[in-house]
């Protein structure tokens, strides 16, 4: 079966860089999303990244995707309080429109 | 533009009930997809639905069944409900097959469904 790993946790400084790491397994994958996920809340996307591509900036978040090792991750800069949260990684499965594999989450814990 | 609205938002049911759940996508988002996230076993695909048509289906019993109306809003249903069912659902739209462009899912608050 398809299996997207994470580390399940990360603790990180107030104003230090995050980075979230995740291994997929699809390599037809055409696009791999990371989403935020703050308790009692649904998922929010954060970014996403074509699979034709190596790197993603959006304001604080960087994403590098390495295809060879299927390797994706999340670079926050400057993590805030706010950004303590569970993150996500997917990874669309195939021709799926709405069906994504999504690895177990990463729990982030940012500290004053 | 309103996101993804879920209803209930929480409910509390017995062993051998049955439960509807409810979800009005995005306005033009034709697509519609279930999950159900669960402490044991992460977030898993329940079903896609694009024009009232079942696109996908999960690995899930037949207890779990799905539909969607001419307007794009969709409801799954679970019969005969077990203790393993209380879960997060969550429902997701997206505008794929409509525009170019990447398959963003943008996913509801959920509903939280508690099974004693």
């Known amino acids: 079966g398809e299996d997207v790993e994470q580390s399940l946790f990360l603790s990180v400084r107030e104003g230090d860089s995050s980075v979230i790491n995740c291994t997929y397994t699809?390599?037809?994958?055409?696009?791999l999303y990371w989403y935020k996920q703050e308790p009692g809340a649904g998922l929010q996307l954060l970014t996403y990244?074509?699979?034709?591509?190596d790197m993603k900036q959006d304001q604080r978040l960087t994403v590098l995707l390495n295809k060879k090792d299927k390797h994706l991750s999340l670079r926050i800069a400057d993590t805030q309080t706010g950004d303590s949260a569970i993150y996500f990684c997917?990874?669309?499965?195939?021709?799926?429109?709405?069906?994504?594999?999504f690895g177990a989450g990463t729990q982030v814990v940012v500290t004053p | 533009k309103a996101g993804v609205t879920q209803t209930p938002r929480y409910l509390i049911k017995t062993r051998g009930q049955q439960v509807t759940l409810s979800c009005s996508p995005i306005?033009?988002?034709?697509?519609v997809s279930w999950y159900q996230q669960t402490p044991g076993q992460g977030l898993q695909f329940l079903f896609e639905?694009?024009?009232?048509?079942?696109?996908n289906k999960g690995n899930f019993p037949g207890r779990f069944s799905g539909r969607q109306f001419s307007n794009s809003r969709s409801e799954m249903n679970v019969s005969t409900l077990e203790l393993g069912d209380s879960a997060l659902y969550l429902c997701a739209s997206s505008s794929v097959g409509q525009s170019s462009g990447a398959n963003v899912l943008t996913f509801g608050a959920g509903s939280r469904l508690t099974v004693l």
């Open positions: 997917a990874e669309t499965l195939g021709d799926s429109w709405g069906k994504l594999q």
């Open positions: 306005s033009g988002h034709r697509s």
């Open positions: 639905y694009f024009s009232e048509t079942q696109r």
């Open positions: 990244i074509f699979s034709n591509m």
């Open positions: 699809d390599s037809s994958s055409t696009y």
